[in-house]
């Protein structure tokens, strides 16, 4: 049972793994829309004239206008796993607040700072 362990442990890291439960439910009872799905989203996210990282950037910030708390969650972790600095989403997260203004900043400066902190804290000194 670790992963209810990790799952108590974080409200973050839980909202994740709850996002992937979601997820693998739904790809039991729709594996054929839960294949091809998973398949044109990893399409999406391959290196291209963008890098993965300018990818799951601008998905971060698509998220954050869209006040998806799962995606944003998903996609700061993105963000870190391709290398992107703190300062890099803060920047990101500063040109969605030009477009979706105080909803937009009002997560940024909540989930998005929390996620950042939590999936950082083992990495910092």
């Known amino acids: ?10 409200s ?16 039991e009872q ?9 398949e044109f989203s990893e399409a999406c996210f391959q290196e291209g004239s963008l890098s993965k990282k300018e990818k799951q950037l601008i998905a971060l910030a698509i998220s954050l206008n869209a006040q998806d708390e ?9 963000c870190l796993d391709q290398g992107a600095s703190k300062e890099e989403i803060l920047e990101a997260v500063a040109v969605t607040g030009a477009f979706g203004g105080g909803a937009a900043l009002s997560q ?12 950082t804290e083992g990495f910092l000194s």
């Open 1 to 10: 049972m670790e992963e209810q362990h990790y799952e108590e442990s974080s």
């Open 12 to 27: 973050i890291q839980g909202a994740l793994l709850h996002y992937k439960e979601g997820m693998g439910r739904f790809a």
């Open 30 to 38: 729709m594996p054929d829309i839960a294949h091809k799905y998973h």
């Open 70 to 78: 799962y995606c944003m969650i998903y996609h700061v972790k993105g």
């Open 108 to 119: 940024a400066v909540t989930l998005i700072e929390d996620s950042i902190t939590e999936f």
